[in-house]
């Protein structure tokens, strides 16, 4: 069934596109385009493509990217949540791929929920440099943490700020920025009809103002010489080229890298060719705009932070690490001051930004040791990083806790684990983001067979010893990495013959 496209809307795309807009229009009467992203943290490109159970086809922008056959349905399937993929819609895959992405870089995904570019960004990043993943929306804050999670993200921060916050707690700090703002969302009409729903002629100036705060906010936040990528799913010039050419004109030292009119890419308009955008009767894809932008380096250097973000912390650091030097150090000290010297909300439960107490002293000296022991028998090494706890839950950061004073921080780094009675419980997190070699045991069922789908639901299965991978002088009794297919999906403990289940009911097969 064709989408009912509202009369201004469509008088205004006739502007826009002239006799373009029957092409326009007759977009609307086609089925919309599904597509996944290879998790490349987990599998590479080749290797998905050889496993895949469903038929795909390349994305022209995004070399990880594929297009999946109408009724497919990949979130049915082991590989999503061994997190092999990212179910998202083809065009969403450019923004990142334009910020160009390298690893060691300190990345800002500034209106990240519900977190496919992020996922997307930290796959680049392999491991490497930083990602910090915001939302202004504590609720959707939840997906893109368990996003993150799933896809096994080691050095991803969640935070529940306003852009103008985040600028003054990171002035000049980041490589790389993405804004993929809030917009009137008209190039989803085709793809989510509420949209058209809720759509008025006033809509696009009601966000075209929120855009201008959070591009000054950004660029705040950018060290010279960075580049970021400004993107939205709307039509409307005033949400794009419109607010583009006014951040331009008031910031001087930033200009347009050319984009648009190469390969799938369209320029965009009113002045701005070198912007890109992604029409829906030119693509198989939704509507899309972006703009790469980049600043000349003037204003001088951004001092270094005293802990780089990446590398490895000492061992058992906590309240201890380095703090942050020169503005940024000022930025977190005030912070502190001004909040008693406690931390935003963090919480051990997946997608939760519970509030929650800190411990210290020789409650934190307990649990930093039963983490290490546990590193030491369950792992055979321990995760870079700075230690910091929330409670009884264990985070490891790439950066040192005071950086995230006065901030509100749902997730300040990986999710290790909890201590509980002394002892130290591993996270579903800590497990998605292993690799089989990096467990002292391991299990691999496959995606064929009930055990895999027995295992996402649950259930307790009978294993035979001899069919866990154990590390040499180890014995097979204790927690077991499960994966499906050699990749790896969660927590299991061996005793005895059988597997007791540690999958996470809220994660669970439904």
Not at 245 to 253: D, I, M, S, V, Y
Request: include cysteine; glycine fraction near 12%.
């Amino acid at each position: 069934m064709a989408v009912q496209l509202p009369g201004p809307f469509m008088r205004r795309m006739e502007e826009m596109l002239g006799l373009e807009v029957e092409q326009f229009a007759d977009s609307y009467r086609e089925t919309p385009y599904g597509g996944i992203r290879a998790n490349t943290l987990k599998i590479t490109v080749e290797e998905l493509r050889a496993l895949s159970p469903f038929t795909l086809a390349p994305v022209p922008w995004c070399p990880s990217g594929f297009y999946t056959e109408e009724g497919a349905r990949p979130g049915k399937h082991p590989y999503y949540h061994a997190g092999l993929y990212y179910i998202q819609e083809p065009s969403a895959m450019a923004p990142a791929e334009l910020l160009d992405v390298q690893p060691g870089d300190r990345v800002l995904d500034l209106c990240a929920a519900p977190g496919g570019k992020s996922t997307q960004i930290a796959a680049k990043l392999q491991g490497g440099g930083l990602l910090v993943s915001n939302d202004l929306h504590p609720e959707r804050t939840k997906a893109l943490a368990k996003n993150l999670e799933l896809y096994g993200v080691r050095n991803g921060i969640v935070l529940n700020e306003s852009p103008e916050r985040i600028a003054a707690a990171f002035p000049g700090f980041f490589d790389r920025i993405l804004i993929d703002a809030p917009c009137s969302g008209e190039g989803m009409f085709r793809k989510d009809e509420d949209m058209v729903k809720q759509w008025e002629p006033e809509t696009p100036l009601k966000y075209a103002a929120m855009q201008r705060e959070i591009l000054d906010s950004a660029a705040a936040a950018l060290k010279p010489g960075g580049t970021m990528v400004y993107s939205t799913c709307t039509f409307a010039i005033e949400e794009n080229e419109g607010t583009i050419g006014e951040f331009l004109a008031k910031h001087p030292a930033f200009s347009l890298v050319p984009v648009g009119g190469t390969g799938s890419f369209a320029p965009g308009f009113a002045g701005l060719p070198g912007a890109a955008r992604l029409w829906p009767h030119k693509v198989k894809g939704e509507g899309h705009f972006m703009a790469v932008l980049r600043h000349d380096g003037s204003g001088g250097s951004v001092e270094e932070t005293a802990a780089e973000p990446g590398r490895a912390a000492p061992e058992r650091t906590l309240a201890a690490s380095p703090q942050h030097k020169g503005a940024r150090g000022q930025a977190a000290a005030r912070a502190e001051g001004g909040r008693g010297g406690k931390g935003g909300r963090a919480s051990g439960k997946s997608g939760s930004g519970a509030q929650s107490r800190q411990i210290g002293g020789a409650g934190e000296e307990a649990a930093l040791t039963a983490y290490a022991q546990f590193a030491k028998d369950q792992l055979g090494w321990q995760p870079s990083g700075y230690p910091v706890l929330f409670g009884d839950h264990l985070y490891i950061s790439p950066l040192p806790k005071a950086a995230l004073d006065g901030l509100k921080t749902i997730r300040p780094g990986w999710y290790a684990g909890h201590i509980r009675s002394g002892r130290f419980i591993p996270g579903h997190p800590l497990a998605t983001a292993l690799h089989p070699a990096e467990s002292t045991r391991s299990l691999s069922l496959a995606s064929s067979g009930f055990e895999a789908v027995s295992y996402l639901k649950g259930e307790t299965l009978s294993i035979p010893e001899d069919r866990l991978s154990v590390k040499s002088g180890s014995p097979a009794k204790g927690y077991v990495l499960v994966c499906i297919d050699g990749y790896s999906a969660g927590w299991g403990k061996w005793q005895d013959g059988m597997l007791k289940n540690e999958y996470p009911a809220g994660w669970r097969w439904t």
